[in-house]
């Protein structure tokens, strides 16, 4: 990098800063989006469908319309613009069209005085359906042709051979994000004909785009605004109440709020794909793949979302972070009667994953080689080619190092004791010390970082001098991931001052800072901040003539030439710069290409300890080697990775959406949703591996999806070594472990 | 909607005669998820938050108001067990014995002692005093004979012997829903008592399997297999989004037979 600041800045880049927004959420004075209040607002409430599928043939709003309170009832017929949302296909009516596609589909929305009035009006709403025969197996609505994409890859001789082979089907359930704000938002009109909008987003100028059209209105009459996020995992990547209370609060004239209770934000907001998958590897008797064969089908759900762009990465990283000179992968994305599954943490390498490390596992097991051994004798390292589609590896990649430093860190030596809280099954009591096995796993991960397969993938920011520090203003949202540190951090070592404050900026104010999603807000926004602070730093050594920069002012030979708030009166300097990563390309049609800006890796082991004959697991430690680039906040890059741990672990273990046969969610709440406590985490030892990349910040690369994605094939691996069985299924459930094959 | 607060039981039972469908409310941790749900709407509410006559607790007698996080620090072995799986801890210092009897889900975590200690529920109303085995108050998964006029006032324990174990399937180490849930307790003679819950529409005693464990002081693994499966063969488990019918079955003779295992030794 060519900024160099002549003092040394406190709170740079490579520090343990304190976030702005941590003290205020631990002592509930943030202003969460469901604390938003406004003068006069009504509250919305939302009737949802209970079938799979079925013909609405008579819905009567007269009833609800009617009653005390009741200012508003809208359904599709009353979307004035284009009634189907969608950021990549607009296939999603925005209320239920007629057609009831999926559980919980929105067919009304209704705003009165308070929310109690509001819910009871949307059950006074009659809702007659005719049901229909719901598709709920990918398998049958591949039958049908009712595929999102399929995104094939052929690379190298479809009839090489390898002395070995292993082939296997594997299955995943779904996943939810289960972040623990709810969707809430409100929206207020401006008395113009134009609305202020506050709602769950990831991606604010997307949701606008989307919005102006469904709403019928001109950009400029449209606002998107930033607010606090309690967590987001991909799950408000897609619109959900947005456009329901922005339509309300345009037609009332009235500000309208709605916060989504935990069943409404179950039917609501898109899963991770259910996926079923099977695979066939080919090596030679030294364990070098020769040939992986794959064939992947995600459940999409009732409408695309994001999966198109899901399946892109399930079929690119299908063989893992390996060499290998014949793939052939046909991943599909198919669209069933499910909730719509979009974005979740990361974003189809997950299923990916699973599969591809149980196949290394068995191949291992199969040749006589220690599962370590064959990972490293195929690692993916600079100058290779990505097994499927043939792009080379420019940035670093240190997948046999990340190997290397799990492998090394010292394990668990400790016994289960008869601590309960330690033993399988824990405050149940099922299990005493002698019946618990323990097992060891591992699993390696490769994710893409940023946008792929050509997208214009930009960040704007603007930094701006004040009279007393810098502003740094972006719509790049925080969701939770603290990414407000990062660019602080970021901004304070470019420029060489410590008064930083970032000022979220709502969409008529900046352009787009790209979504906070795809790992790539730290490479993407803070790319930008970087280039604008030193842009501002560069306008202000000139402006002044000088040489250094810090809070006071401008310095030259050591004596301060010019104080801040003069800079601001004689500027003002404010640098605004739109910053792209390096270009990637549309596959071919054989699924060939530079899809992909860059990678990163990990690697995971986890340490179980498993009752064989109840089935009960409790993972004892978890450990990780990740490919950071460069650290700029280990604090909270460390948070990242054990939240990341916990809900990977979670989908290995207990985190399944369960379906019933006619298409119908069963288990819509925390009570049977089962996601880890703190009881269920393990200690966690990371080991951040820092080769710095070209063109992050500081060589800083995305991190946080990809803790989440090879913990969960660590975790079944060592289920499988504790008892033996094959376990293709996650989440790996009791029965499983006790009835399954061994 | 109508909330009543009596400041004593014979109040409480008034009220409770004066309306129609009245909804007594102790910890709220089973009623007021159903009405954030919208599963239930109440029209009257009969507080019980300031019965201390509920809370009265000793060894032959549970107030309906005693609260599980005091049960934590139960002498019964399983009662203090059983309470330490009761949800969060949040949960159990609002959760009373009563609410589990009222609720009467088929995983109640309270049952299987209760069932085990052949308790006796005890009802008030303004017409008397019933008092009923807890097979003749549980008549199928969530439903009691309670009257809509009566109070659950509490359960009388008949003597029992001190070895005791409960024990609750779950996948998650704490705070979860159980899929088999367990109690035995054994005199040292040989007389034993097993009751599970989670696999039949009502909590239930195996006693197939209870007269093999009562045979003799000392069990050899003969008899534990036996016993084992017997418990298996006697329970009535479903399929549902929480587990399958067959890994309930097989669970329950296994955490039986580890419960009585603890008993024995």
């Given at each position: 990098m060519s900024v160099e600041t002549r003092h040394r800045i406190r709170g740079g880049v490579g520090e343990s800063v304190t976030r702005p927004d941590g003290v205020p959420k631990v002592c509930g004075a943030f202003q969460y989006l469901d604390d938003l209040r406004a003068d006069g607002m009504l509250w919305a409430a939302t009737r949802r469908a209970t079938v799979a599928r079925g013909r609405i043939v008579a819905l009567d709003v007269g009833t609800a319309s009617a009653m005390p309170g009741v200012h508003d009832v809208i359904t599709f017929a009353d979307v004035p613009g284009r009634p189907y949302q969608g950021q990549i296909v607009p296939d999603q009516p925005v209320l239920c069209d007629g057609e009831i596609r999926h559980w919980g589909e929105a067919i009304a929305v209704v705003a009165a005085d308070d929310p109690e009035t509001a819910r009871l009006a949307a059950e006074a709403i009659t809702v007659d359906v005719e049901e229909l025969e719901p598709v709920v197996d990918v398998e049958r609505a591949l039958e049908l042709g009712d595929v999102f994409r399929h995104f094939p890859v052929r690379r190298g001789d479809p009839e090489a051979r390898g002395d070995v082979v292993v082939e296997g089907f594997y299955e995943m359930g779904?996943?939810?994000?289960?972040?623990?704000?709810?969707?809430?938002?409100?929206?207020?009109?401006?008395?113009?004909?134009?609305?202020?909008?506050?709602?769950?987003?990831?991606?604010?100028?997307?949701?606008?785009?989307?919005?102006?059209?469904?709403?019928?209105?001109?950009?400029?009459?449209?606002?998107?605004?930033?607010?606090?996020?309690?967590?987001?995992?991909?799950?408000?990547?897609?619109?959900?109440?947005?456009?329901?209370?922005?339509?309300?609060?345009?037609?009332?004239?009235?500000?309208?709020?709605?916060?989504?209770?935990?069943?409404?934000?179950?039917?609501?907001?898109?899963?991770?794909?259910?996926?079923?998958?099977?695979y066939r590897h080919e090596a030679d008797r030294d364990g070098r793949l020769v040939k992986v064969e794959a064939r992947m089908i995600l459940d999409g759900g009732a409408y695309q979302m994001t999966s198109q762009a899901v399946i892109a990465n399930a079929a690119?990283?299908?063989?893992?972070?390996?060499?290998?000179?014949?793939?052939?992968?046909?991943?599909?994305?198919?669209?069933?009667?499910?909730?719509?599954?979009?974005?979740?943490?990361?974003?189809?390498?997950?299923?990916a994953c699973f599969a591809a490390e149980s196949q290394m596992d068995r191949l291992a097991a199969e040749l006589g080689i220690d599962p370590l051994e064959l990972r490293l004798r195929n690692a993916l390292e600079p100058g290779d080619a990505l097994a499927t589609t043939g792009q080379v590896v420019t940035e670093p990649l240190p997948t046999s190092e990340v190997i290397r430093s799990v492998a090394a860190l010292p394990l668990p030596d400790d016994e289960p004791g008869d601590d309960p809280l330690r033993l399988p099954g824990g405050t149940g009591l099922t299990t005493p010390p002698d019946r618990v096995v323990r097992g060891v796993g591992y699993a390696v991960g490769i994710k893409n970082l940023a946008f792929s397969e050509g997208f214009d993938d930009y960040a704007e920011?603007?930094?701006t001098l004040t009279a007393d520090g810098a502003e740094v203003h972006t719509a790049a949202i925080e969701v939770g991931q603290g990414m407000v540190t990062v660019l602080i951090q970021i901004a304070r070592s470019a420029l060489g001052i410590e008064n930083v404050e970032v000022v979220f900026d709502d969409t008529s104010k900046i352009g787009s800072a790209g979504s906070s999603s795809a790992s790539r807000q730290t490479q993407m926004a803070g790319g930008a901040v970087l280039r604008a602070a030193e842009a501002a730093r560069s306008a202000a050594l000139a402006l002044a003539g000088g040489d250094d920069l810090d809070d006071l002012g401008v310095w030259r030979d050591g004596e301060l030439v010019m104080t801040l708030a003069e800079l601001a009166e004689r500027g003002p300097i404010s640098e605004w710069v739109r910053f792209r990563h390096p270009e990637t390309e549309e596959p071919d049609e054989n699924g060939q290409g530079r899809l992909h800006v860059d990678f990163s890796v990990a690697a995971h082991r986890a340490v179980v300890d498993v009752d064989p004959e109840l089935g009960l697991v409790r993972v004892v430690q978890i450990d990780i080697a990740q490919d950071v680039g460069r650290v700029i906040n280990p604090v909270q890059l460390r948070g990242q990775i054990e939240g990341g741990i916990a809900q990977g672990m979670g989908w290995a273990i207990m985190e399944e959406l369960v379906f019933r046969d006619d298409g119908t969610v069963a288990n819509p709440t925390f009570t049977d949703y089962l996601l880890p406590t703190i009881l269920d985490m393990p200690p966690v030892e990371a080991v951040l591996v820092e080769q710095p990349g070209t063109w992050g910040p500081f060589g800083a690369k995305g991190m946080a999806e990809l803790p989440t994605v090879s913990v969960t094939p660590a975790v079944v691996a060592a289920i499988r070594d504790a008892t033996g069985k094959a376990l293709r299924r996650v989440p790996v459930r009791p029965e499983d472990i006790v009835f399954g094959d061994g | 909607m109508e909330y009543v607060r009596p400041k004593a039981l014979g109040e409480a039972l008034d009220a409770l005669a004066a309306f129609d469908d009245p909804t007594p409310l102790a910890g709220g941790t089973d009623l007021m998820v159903e009405v954030n749900l919208n599963h239930r709407r109440p029209d009257v509410v009969v507080s019980l938050r300031s019965l201390d006559e509920l809370r009265r607790w000793d060894d032959t007698w549970i107030g309906a108001g005693v609260t599980f996080a005091r049960l934590e620090g139960a002498d019964d072995p399983a009662l203090a067990q059983l309470a330490r799986t009761v949800g969060s801890p949040q949960i159990r210092a609002a959760a009373t014995l009563g609410g589990n009897l009222g609720t009467a889900s088929p995983a109640a975590d309270s049952l299987p002692f209760l069932a085990a200690a052949d308790a006796h529920v005890v009802l008030k109303s303004t017409a008397g005093e019933r008092r009923l085995r807890w097979d003749e108050f549980f008549v199928g998964p969530k439903q009691t004979v309670r009257r809509p006029d009566e109070l659950i006032v509490?359960?009388?324990?008949?003597?029992?012997?001190?070895?005791?174990?409960?024990?609750?399937?779950?996948?998650?180490?704490?705070?979860?829903?159980?899929?088999?849930?367990?109690?035995?307790?054994?005199?040292?003679?040989?007389?034993?008592?097993?009751?599970?819950?989670?696999?039949?529409?009502?909590?239930?005693?195996?006693?197939?399997?209870?007269?093999?464990?009562?045979?003799?002081?000392?069990?050899?693994?003969?008899?534990?297999?036996?016993?084992?499966?017997?418990?298996?063969?006697?329970?009535?488990?479903?399929?549902?989004?929480?587990?399958?019918?067959?890994?309930?079955?097989?669970?329950?003779?296994?955490?039986?037979?580890?419960?009585?295992?603890?008993?024995?030794?």
């Open positions: 779904t996943q939810d994000q289960a972040p623990l704000g709810t969707e809430a938002g409100l929206a207020v009109p401006d008395g113009h004909g134009g609305v202020d909008l506050w709602g769950p987003s990831q991606w604010t100028h997307v949701d606008h785009e989307q919005l102006v059209a469904c709403l019928g209105l001109r950009p400029e009459e449209l606002r998107v605004h930033i607010s606090g996020l309690g967590g987001a995992f991909g799950a408000r990547e897609d619109l959900t109440l947005q456009t329901h209370i922005a339509l309300l609060a345009l037609r009332t004239g009235r500000p309208v709020k709605q916060h989504y209770d935990r069943a409404d934000s179950f039917a609501a907001h898109v899963k991770r794909h259910a996926a079923r998958m099977w690119t990283f299908a063989v893992g972070p390996y060499r290998c000179p014949n793939t052939f992968v046909d991943a599909y994305v198919v669209r069933t009667n499910h909730p719509p599954a979009g974005a979740m943490r990361g974003f189809g390498t997950n299923q920011a603007r930094v | 509490g359960v009388e324990l008949p003597s029992r012997p001190e070895r005791q174990a409960f024990a609750k399937v779950g996948v998650r180490q704490a705070m979860v829903i159980s899929m088999v849930s367990c109690c035995v307790l054994r005199d040292p003679s040989g007389p034993t008592r097993v009751a599970l819950g989670s696999v039949g529409p009502t909590v239930l005693r195996a006693t197939d399997a209870e007269e093999v464990a009562s045979q003799a002081a000392r069990l050899t693994d003969t008899d534990l297999d036996e016993f084992q499966r017997r418990v298996s063969a006697e329970v009535r488990p479903i399929t549902d989004h929480r587990s399958t019918a067959e890994y309930r079955r097989h669970a329950a003779g296994v955490v039986a037979r580890r419960a009585l295992e603890r008993c024995l030794r």
